[in-house]
């Protein structure tokens, strides 16, 4: 049900003694302006966001970068860790290996993949790793006859591992001196 009280008597005002039309009250701004941004206002916080991501793309950029390398430095130390225990049980004999081998494996499939040691398979990675900084399973792989300083894998085996990116990282080093 509406609510039929009669207005307050201050809401009224008369300009001759019989006269009782209702005037409106302006709440707000003294001028009886109305209330809101102006242009310029709006001109100004634009101009602070614009300056404000402008700030903020740089170190996205920088975070992203520092992100990928730690899961760089992450995946190489995995195949690595996977290596040297492949190493450790073909020095201990668990398995045979081919010679020339000196132990380590050839290939990173055979990381994967495994071998039979006493009837079970003893596997050593779950899969090849995406290289953060080209987006793709191809490592570079070293060999123990490889010259140290080379980019061509012999074939022989897989001493060790390594990035194809060409970039430098955060630190000023390589990604392949990694």
């Known amino acids: 049900m509406r609510n039929l009280t009669p207005a ?16 409106r009250v302006f709440r707000g701004r003294a001028n009886g302006s109305a209330a809101g941004f102006t242009l310029i206002e709006l001109i100004v916080a634009v101009t602070i966001l614009i300056i404000l991501t402008g700030a903020a793309v740089p170190l996205a950029r920088l975070q992203i970068q520092r ?3 730690h899961v760089l430095r992450a995946e190489l130390w995995e195949m690595r860790d996977a290596i040297d225990r492949y190493k450790d049980a073909a020095d201990r004999g668990a398995f045979q290996t081919k010679v020339g081998s000196d132990g380590y494996p050839p290939d990173l499939e055979t990381l994967v993949n495994g071998v039979d040691v006493a009837g079970k398979k003893l596997r050593f990675l779950r899969r090849i790793p995406v290289d953060p900084m080209t987006g793709n399973k191809d490592w570079g792989l070293r060999s123990t006859q490889d010259d140290p300083n080379t980019d061509s894998w012999g074939g022989q085996n897989v001493f060790d591992v390594y990035t194809k990116a060409q970039g430098t990282a955060l630190d000023g080093t390589k990604y392949s001196e990694w």
């Open 8 to 23: 307050p008597k201050a809401a009224f005002a008369s300009s001759a003694p019989g006269n009782a039309r209702p005037r």
């Open 67 to 69: 992100q990928r390398e």
